[in-house]
Nanobody, 117 residues
């Protein structure tokens, strides 16, 4: 599975961005997908996820609930992260991932999101 991300950039506080993650290859075995982020000097943290094997249930980090929305377009094999009300503390490199039914995780290359005040 190959994942290609797009949509990062430099925005101001309160702005919105939409990240995309296009998947190709053997995606039939994917049971979960989502987004992590890593800020400088901090550990990578889960931002949002979709459990495909659980009917598409979603989960979010407390820090982004109500502001971020994860979604997927099956026809395009693409996952999105809509980020509204961006804060300076959302600045990080965002990575999408897909996890297959063997527990193996595939990662995108990462996209930088920078929020300035």
């Amino acid at each position: 599975v190959r994942l290609v991300e797009a949509g990062g950039g430099l925005v101001h506080t309160g702005d919105s961005l939409r990240l995309s993650c296009a998947a190709s290859g053997s995606t039939f075995s994917i049971i979960a997908m989502g987004w992590y982020r890593q800020a400088p000097g901090k550990q990578r943290e889960l931002v949002a996820g979709i459990i495909i094997s659980d009917g598409g249930s979603t989960n979010y980090a407390d820090s982004v609930k109500g502001r971020f929305t994860i979604a997927r377009d099956n026809a395009k094999n693409t996952m999105y992260l809509q980020m509204n009300g961006l804060k300076v503390e959302d600045t990080a490199v965002y990575y999408c991932f897909n996890r297959d039914n063997q527990g193996y995780a595939y990662w995108g290359q990462g996209t930088q999101v920078t929020v300035s005040s």
